[in-house]
């Protein structure tokens, strides 16, 4: 009977979550134009859409998230698409992004997702590498976009690692070691190439480092269980 109670309060929840998409839908609409002339989420509709949580649906509940399922996730998304693409492809970005919590220490997840306006974004680099040093990595690159990264308070940086000899670490299996390595927006430098057809107002611009130091327990990798600390469904 408990499990059965437990089922239906995270159903009823759930649908609170859609409800919550369903009432800023109007004002994603009424903004559509804005978004597609600016190439930006104006900051009254961020407003919004912080104020309904809708950037932490995928975030731990440990580190003060959401965490619904992703079917949920899904109908949401598809509510704030029928309004407007740019907005939906920022949320369901940062919402992937954001699982990345549940491979961090709980102390530093919590301390970058602790703002409840944080939003994590990242991108690839062709260009980019992470030298080990003491303590954790030295970055330089430069990243080819990052969607939704005007408005995020962090930024995720996918580098190939090497050794501080110079030489590319590899996986046991001879795969090239990869890592995330999450910085402060305030630190990179932004680039404005973001002028497309469509999805404008994601401003997926461009952002690089110089020899940035990044600490280790700042840096991750989603493609292995061992760094996963979160033992939830999710």
Same mark, same amino acid.
């Given at each position: ?87 939906? @492809? ?44 003491? !303590? !954790? ?5 430069? @990243? ?18 090497? %050794? ?7 996986? %046991? ?20 190439? @973001? ?40």
């Amino acid at each position: 009977m408990d499990t059965l109670i437990a089922s239906f309060a995270d159903l009823a929840g759930d649908r609170t979550v859609i409800a919550r998409a369903e009432a800023v839908r109007p004002d994603v609409a009424d903004a559509s134009n804005e978004i597609e002339t600016t190439r930006r989420l104006p900051p009254d509709l961020l407003d919004k859409l912080h104020d309904a949580q809708l950037f932490r649906l995928m975030l731990p509940r440990s580190t003060d998230g959401i965490e619904t399922d992703p079917v949920t996730f899904f109908h949401v998304i598809e509510t704030i698409a029928k309004a407007d693409a740019s907005t939906a @492809w920022c949320l369901s970005q940062a919402g992937g992004c954001a699982m990345s919590a549940a491979y961090l220490d709980l102390p530093v997840a919590q301390a970058i997702f602790a703002d409840s306006r944080a939003v994590l974004a990242w991108g690839p680099g062709p260009r980019v590498k992470a030298v080990e040093c003491d !303590g !954790g990595y030295r970055v330089t690159g430069v @990243w080819s976009f990052a969607s939704g990264g005007r408005h995020a308070t962090w930024l995720g940086a996918h580098c190939p690692v090497y %050794a501080a000899d110079g030489s590319p670490r590899h996986e %046991a299996n001879g795969a090239p070691l990869e890592r995330t390595m999450l910085v402060r927006t305030e630190d990179v430098a932004w680039t404005d190439i @973001w002028n497309t057809v469509g999805l404008r107002g994601t401003a997926s611009d461009q952002f690089a480092l110089t020899d940035f130091f990044v600490p280790a327990d700042h840096s991750i990798t989603r493609e292995f269980d061992r760094e996963r600390r979160e033992a939830g469904p999710l």
